[in-house]
């Protein structure tokens, strides 16, 4: 055990990461060393920061806590604590079925860990951050909670009513990140598209994605899980006209089928859902389209398995995930739906998906061959330096492999013409540096 260290284990969601970051941040203005999610845990003070959107998340987070239970009988580590959004939902069950954690904590309420190890929590650092990412790249947490009413969320009843941060708060982390060398700013919310409603009365997505664009440093700003019902169309302009907004967007549909999507409490439908996704290639030509699936609804039919999947192969999604239907208690569908489909159903109807999506995916990618893109570089592997377009978000997303053949400096971008293609990633070679120019964000024909 290392005295006066701190580990923090980051499950789930980058908004969860955020969480982390600023709580290693109070740590280290405390005196403490602080690793995040380190190979070897060997903490005076171990912290998890749990994930309870679905069953499987569930799962994974106990788990961990029950390792981490082994490695203190094992004197590797010291106290154990439990925050984040399976404690937020289950305490009372927890402190029950896992006597041994030390403390648990909500989503809101970590603050108090400080408090109860006699330190001091420092408000006047409340929005600074240790930065677990590559240093030129960060997320950027512009709201939490959620106002839908999605029946089988249990995200809201986690995180409770949408809450936007305030303009001006954004903007000043922004600068600060900038200053300390990020360039790449990951735009994540539960719900970007519902931004300022609270706050202002009107969305107020498209004026901030202005704003962060225009603070001097930032390189490319990155869109995170936007909502299909009433979406700010005017976002679109601002993608269009600044350079410096990547023609991304990660949006999820969730079904197709009007009667999923009735039952879903969506509110939105078959042909609403078409509107939008040819507004938005119309709009924005080259935009890169994100979304999330999910398969085994309750009441879902085989004719709806159908419709989506003839969805997919139709609209062709540059990047697609999806899961098989978790069953949770306290939500609308756990109250009220049976969950009729089998689970083996569940993951056939999802491997079916992906298999056409993997299909579509290569093709897409293989289209970018003899093409050049302005990419950010991420790391170095092996034999490979491992970068990113703008299409592509950290994780998620395929990444462009570049032979060693010479030295790249990671952070920095270059223009890379694309070699060859495979369904999750690509392969290419560096021309150059790249320069700014009016299209510094945009193809560059072969």
């Given amino acids: 055990m290392r005295r006066n260290k701190v580990d923090i284990i980051t499950l789930g969601c980058s908004k969860n990461l955020v969480d982390s970051e600023r709580l290693m941040c109070q740590f280290r203005l405390n005196g403490y060393t602080v690793a995040h999610d380190p190979a070897k845990v060997n903490g005076e003070i171990v912290i998890v920061n749990t994930c309870a959107f679905i069953g499987d998340a569930q799962e994974e987070s106990v788990n961990v806590i029950l390792d981490l239970e082994e490695a203190r009988k094992q004197g590797r580590i010291g106290k154990l604590f439990v925050m984040g959004c399976l404690s937020e939902r289950f305490k009372a069950d927890l402190q029950q079925e896992l006597p041994f954690v030390d403390r648990f904590y909500g989503k809101f309420d970590w603050k108090e860990l400080l408090h109860d190890l006699g330190k001091p929590y420092h ?12 240093k030129h790249y960060a997320y950027l947490k512009i709201s939490e909670g959620c106002d839908r009413t999605c029946a089988y ?10 809450k936007s941060r305030p303009e001006e708060d954004i903007l000043d982390e922004v600068r600060q990140l900038v200053d300390r060398g990020v360039k790449e700013f990951q ?12 706050l202002y009365r009107n969305p107020s997505l498209p004026a901030l994605v202005e704003k962060i664009a225009d603070v001097q440093g930032v390189e490319w700003i990155r869109l995170h899980y936007a909502y ?16 410096n907004v990547c023609r991304y967007l990660d949006i999820a549909l969730q079904h197709v089928s009007d009667t999923v999507l009735q039952r879903m409490r969506r509110n939105t439908s078959r042909r609403e859902t078409w509107q939008l996704i040819e507004r938005l290639r119309d709009e924005v030509p080259g935009i890169h389209l994100r979304t999330t699936l999910m398969t085994g609804y309750p009441g879902e039919t085989e004719r709806d398995f159908e419709e989506l999947l003839q969805f997919v192969r139709d609209v062709r999604f540059e990047r697609l995930g999806a899961f098989a239907y978790s069953h949770e208690s306290g939500t609308y569908a756990g109250e009220n739906y049976c969950d009729d489909v089998p689970d083996d159903v569940k993951q056939q109807r999802l491997d079916s998906l992906m298999r056409i999506q993997e299909k579509i995916a290569w093709e897409l990618n293989d289209e970018k061959t003899g093409r050049i893109y ?19 978000s950290p994780e998620v997303d395929p990444e462009v492999l570049i032979p060693k ?27 150059n540096y790249h320069k700014k120019s009016k299209a510094s964000c945009r193809i560059v024909k072969k």
Avoid at 153 to 162: D, Q
Avoid at 379 to 392: A, I, K, L, Q
Avoid at 405 to 431: P, W
């Fill in 374 to 392: 302005k990419t950010v570089i991420d790391r170095e592997e092996n034999s490979y330096f491992v970068g990113r377009t703008e299409f592509d």
């Fill in 153 to 162: 969320c249990s995200i809201p009843l986690i995180t409770g009513r949408h």
């Fill in 405 to 431: 053949e010479k030295r790249l400096q990671t952070g920095s971008f270059y223009d890379v013409k694309i070699k060859s293609a495979e369904a999750f990633e690509l392969y290419g070679e560096i021309l």
């Fill in 123 to 134: 408000q006047t650092h409340a929005a600074d951050r240790v930065i677990t990412t590559p």
């Fill in 228 to 243: 299909p019902s009433h979406f700010p169309f005017d976002l679109l302009r601002v993608m269009r006209e600044r350079d």
């Fill in 187 to 198: 735009l994540i919310a539960q719900d970007l598209t519902y931004y300022g409603m609270d």
